[in-house]
């Protein structure tokens, strides 16, 4: 990271040949220049530093949004100054707010709407904290008043294997235990024969995931509310189930309406998702909602009185521009709901049409075909007859701009490797055609030309992007 990077000694630009400026100025990129320079030459000296960071489009690792239309970058970019904390300056900024979060409960089939809390986020990483900080603070609650020594124990939550980093900076962060249902070649989802086996009353909850960060798989929501609903008839503090929906949450409504994983299911009582994912808005915005106002503890509301006016808050963060939020209105009312359907279809389309012709290479097993949310996973069916492996693919494809993740899966699993490709809205079937193209040329020369002592072979850590 940046931040730990020991700077190299003397490191500093040279000014831009063609700037209006003198050529054989020094400016260092460690420390602040002595002087001021034009606006022109500060922008040269930092587009050349982004020269070589690749295209945003043909980055297949990222789930994050990579386009969107002119006019709503240039709304963004209007509202760039506002302070979406500013309530009572910018109460119109809240409204929209107000507007997504309704369009959302919507969208998740919340029994009474006005019933619903929620709130925007940075992304679905803080929304996911928000979620987690809820269930501790409901169930320590109702622990102490079921008569349970609440400092006997450390809490918990049950989640798979699969999960993303973000709840395991949850536990550390809130001092919970993260208890884990291992993933397996049978269970590429959460295990729903074995998860209440690590529930007891020390549980606030378990976490289920739409979309699995490593393979983008779904897990069993409606089975999970099945076990939870009987679990609940003897407890002694009722746990309920939060969706980590950062991938799918979003996408599901559009094309997988037959699917009961939202507020139709009892027990589900808060739901996160990122609006930079499949809400198809620039990185920048999550959301997390609760279905009713009971469990959102008011400890974790706070009310602040010195922006014009006392208001509620329960976002960890503060100061934030409200830029992303009115990305995400826009994304609302340009497309509606038939307009999302028609695009997040057509991406699912593409995803799958692209498995088939990885499919038809005849040398890869695949684990995710695309159909539940757009996100490719293949492993080599068998590895030992080809003297490359997924790293190497991964490295010639990033010859032709590709940015691919190769990696290992999570415990129990981690000497499978895999590759993942994400596809998003922005790409198209011109796109689809060059990758496959790509691919082949690739397989093809590792075919013929990769030795038995490639370096590839000995790479079992985890590699890529797994975010």
């Known amino acids: 990271m940046l931040y730990f990077k020991k700077p190299i000694k003397d490191e500093n630009y040279g000014t831009p040949n063609l700037a209006v400026f003198s050529a054989d100025n020094k400016l260092p990129k460690n420390k602040l220049n002595k002087e001021s320079i034009p606006s022109e030459v500060a922008y040269r000296l930092i587009k050349d530093e982004l020269i070589d960071e690749g295209n945003a489009r043909q980055n297949l690792a990222t789930f994050c949004q990579t386009y969107m239309e002119p006019e709503a970058t240039k709304l963004m970019s209007e509202c760039l100054a506002i302070n979406a904390i500013d309530k009572s300056e910018y109460p119109k900024m809240t409204e929209v707010e107000n507007y997504c979060v309704n369009i959302i409960a919507d969208l998740w089939h919340a029994p009474d709407e006005t019933k619903v809390l929620g709130t925007s986020t940075v992304g679905s990483s803080e929304a996911c904290m928000l979620g987690g900080m809820a269930m501790k ?13 609440v400092k006997a124990k450390k809490p918990n939550f049950v989640i798979s294997s699969g999960f993303q980093v973000c709840w395991e900076k949850f536990c550390v962060y809130w001092d919970i235990e993260m208890r ?13 024969e074995t998860v209440m086996d690590y529930v007891d009353d020390y549980t606030i909850g378990i976490v289920g995931i739409l979309g699995i960060t490593y393979t983008g798989k779904f897990d069993d929501i409606k089975t999970l509310d099945k076990l939870v609903e009987e679990y609940n008839k003897t407890a002694k503090v009722k746990i309920g189930i939060h969706v980590d929906g950062a991938s799918g949450a979003m996408f599901a409504p559009f094309v997988h309406p037959e699917i009961k994983w939202d507020f139709q299911l009892k027990n589900v009582r808060s739901i996160s998702t990122s609006g930079h994912k499949y809400g198809l808005v620039y990185p920048g915005v999550g959301w997390v909602l609760w279905r009713d106002q009971e469990f959102l503890p008011k400890e974790l509301i706070f009310y602040v009185n010195y922006l014009g006016g006392e208001q509620p808050t329960m976002a960890i963060n503060f ?7 009115i990305g995400q209105y826009y994304i609302f009312m340009r497309y509606g709901f038939e307009g999302l359907k028609l695009v997040q279809t057509h991406t699912h389309d593409l995803a799958v049409s692209i498995t088939k012709e990885i499919e038809n290479m005849g040398i890869f097993e695949i684990y995710n075909d695309g159909d539940n949310i757009p996100v490719i996973c293949y492993r080599l069916k068998n590895p030992e007859n080809h003297k490359w492996t997924l790293y190497e693919l991964a490295d010639r494809l990033a010859m032709k701009g590709w940015q691919v993740p190769a990696y290992t899966l999570p415990e129990n699993l981690q000497t499978t490797v895999i590759q993942r490709y994400v596809i998003r809205a922005d790409f198209s079937a011109a796109l689809r055609d060059a990758l496959v193209q790509d691919m082949k040329m690739a397989i093809d020369y590792l075919e013929k030309n990769t030795h038995e002592d490639t370096a590839g072979k000995t790479k079992l850590g985890k590699q890529g992007f797994t975010h």
Not at 141 to 147: D, L, R
Not at 180 to 192: A, F
Not at 319 to 325: A, E, K, N
């Open 180 to 192: 884990l249902v291992p993933l397996d070649e049978q269970h590429m989802s959460l295990n729903m």
């Open 319 to 325: 100061s934030r521009s409200g830029s992303q939020i």
């Open 137 to 149: 603070f409901k169930w320590r609650k109702e622990a102490e008043a079921a008569g349970i020594d």
